[in-house]
């Protein structure tokens, strides 16, 4: 089991930043991938941003590429979100997830064998 605990959402203004973090416990958690997925009031939810276990390669959606950034901390048992330039439409809560391989999709919610709780976010015009 790996247990995924989201923090750092809250209210900011369009225009500005905020930095999620996710904190994992349980199994060795560079042995896994992490993916951050978001889900807006009334609409399905959807893929943010990916990481290899490693940290070498990333993936993003294209609605937050060159804005949003993810890394991790294999010490730490972190994952980060990094959401700049942030919009209204960017509300939503915020999952991050964890795969044992990436190979069945990185943007698809059935590759995640794990979830956290989510973190809400909410940008003001």
């Known amino acids: 089991q790996v247990q995924l605990v989201e923090s750092g959402g809250g209210l900011v203004q369009a225009g500005g930043s905020l930095r999620l973090s996710c904190a994992a416990s349980?199994?060795?958690?560079?042995?896994?991938?992490m993916g951050w997925f978001r889900q807006a009031p009334g609409k399905v939810r959807e893929f943010v941003r990916a990481?290899?276990?490693?940290?070498?390669?990333?993936y993003s959606a294209e609605a937050v590429k060159g804005r949003f950034t993810i890394s991790r901390n294999n010490a730490n048992n972190t994952v980060y979100l990094q959401m700049n330039s942030l919009k209204p439409e960017a509300t939503a809560v915020y999952y991050c997830?964890?795969?044992?391989?990436?190979?069945?999709?990185?943007?698809?919610?059935?590759?995640?064998?794990?979830w956290g709780q989510g973190t809400q976010v909410t940008v003001s015009s």
């Open positions: 997830a964890a795969a044992r391989s990436l190979s069945s999709g990185y943007d698809q919610q059935y590759t995640y064998d794990y």
């Open positions: 349980g199994r060795t958690f560079s042995n896994y991938a």
């Open positions: 990481i290899s276990s490693s940290g070498t390669s990333t």
